[in-house]
């Protein structure tokens, strides 16, 4: 079956730390998104990438980084740099930037 | 950017009822497009209608484009209908999807 899988669905790290979030389609997608969601708010757009190799700043980037090395992986690293890093974060990815997006299960960050 | 509105922000049902969710938005959209977060988080896409009306089994939605608003019904809510219900819109092709702050849902037995 096709899909977006996220992992790990929990992690857990102390202050300081850069962790790595990882994002993996097999939808042959060429577009894909990392969202933030605080609790009770809508979805806030970190990073996004149309096309491998290439990637742009959403709304929220600062503290964050990203790689798109393959079309069907697209990491998320949470530097120690993000302020309030503690979220829910929501992977998606399209076939084409305007068109259906469809989500990743997601990963619920605690940094303490 | 572009404002998204949705109303109500929360909503409270019996079983069997049915609802109607609206989403506003300040500008022209050429993709407007509806989720539904479950209780545990998982985003599902409903709808992907820049304009007209589209039907899925016991839900439906409307875009009026040149009036800026979209509506998401849902007829004979069950209780599996809970949780947000999130639209989103695009202005111009290239440009970023702009969620809206969402419509909670609480369908009760």
Same mark, same amino acid.
């Given at each position: @079956?096709?899909?977006? $899988?996220?992992? +790990?669905?929990?992690?857990?790290?102390?202050?300081? #730390?850069?962790? $790595?979030?990882?994002?993996?389609?097999?939808?042959?997608? @060429?577009?894909?998104?990392?969202?933030?969601?605080? +609790?009770?708010?809508?979805?806030?757009?970190?990073?996004?990438?149309?096309?491998? /190799? @290439?990637?742009?700043?959403?709304?929220?980037?600062?503290?964050?980084?990203?790689?798109?090395?393959?079309?069907?992986? %697209?990491?998320? $690293?949470? $530097?120690?740099? #993000?302020?309030? +890093?503690? &979220? %829910?974060?929501?992977? &998606?990815?399209?076939?084409?930037?305007?068109? +259906?997006?469809?989500?990743? /299960?997601?990963?619920?960050?605690?940094?303490? | 950017?572009?404002?998204?509105?949705? !109303?109500?922000?929360?909503?409270?049902?019996?079983?069997?009822?049915?609802?109607?969710?609206?989403?506003?938005? =300040?500008? !022209?959209?050429?993709?407007?497009?509806?989720?539904?977060?479950?209780?545990?988080?998982?985003?599902?896409?409903?709808?992907?209608?820049? =304009?007209?009306?589209?039907?899925?089994?016991?839900?439906?939605?409307?875009?009026?484009?040149?009036?800026?608003?979209?509506?998401?019904?849902? =007829?004979? !809510?069950?209780?599996?209908?809970?949780?947000?219900?999130?639209?989103?819109?695009?202005?111009?092709?290239? !440009?970023?999807?702009?969620?809206?702050?969402?419509?909670?849902?609480?369908?009760?037995?």
């Amino acid at each position: @079956d096709g899909g977006i $899988t996220q992992s +790990p669905k929990y992690l857990f790290r102390k202050e300081g #730390q850069n962790v $790595t979030l990882s994002c993996e389609q097999n939808l042959n997608h @060429d577009a894909m998104y990392w969202y933030r969601q605080d +609790p009770g708010q809508g979805l806030r757009l970190i990073y996004y990438s149309q096309i491998v /190799n @290439d990637f742009q700043k959403g709304d929220i980037a600062e503290g964050y980084s990203v790689s798109r090395e393959k079309k069907e992986s %697209f990491p998320l $690293t949470v $530097t120690s740099a #993000q302020k309030n +890093p503690t &979220a %829910f974060y929501l992977c &998606a990815s399209s076939r084409r930037q305007d068109l +259906p997006l469809h989500f990743g /299960n997601g990963t619920r960050l605690t940094v303490t | 950017g572009i404002q998204v509105e949705q !109303s109500p922000p929360d909503l409270i049902l019996q079983e069997g009822a049915n609802s109607t969710l609206r989403c506003n938005f =300040s500008d !022209s959209v050429n993709n407007l497009q509806w989720f539904h977060q479950n209780p545990w988080g998982q985003l599902i896409n409903l709808f992907y209608i820049p =304009s007209g009306t589209k039907q899925n089994g016991r839900l439906s939605a409307t875009t009026v484009a040149t009036e800026r608003y979209s509506l998401l019904y849902i =007829s004979s !809510s069950q209780t599996t209908d809970s949780g947000v219900y999130f639209c989103a819109v695009e202005k111009t092709s290239g !440009s970023r999807l702009t969620f809206g702050e969402g419509t909670q849902l609480t369908v009760n037995p």
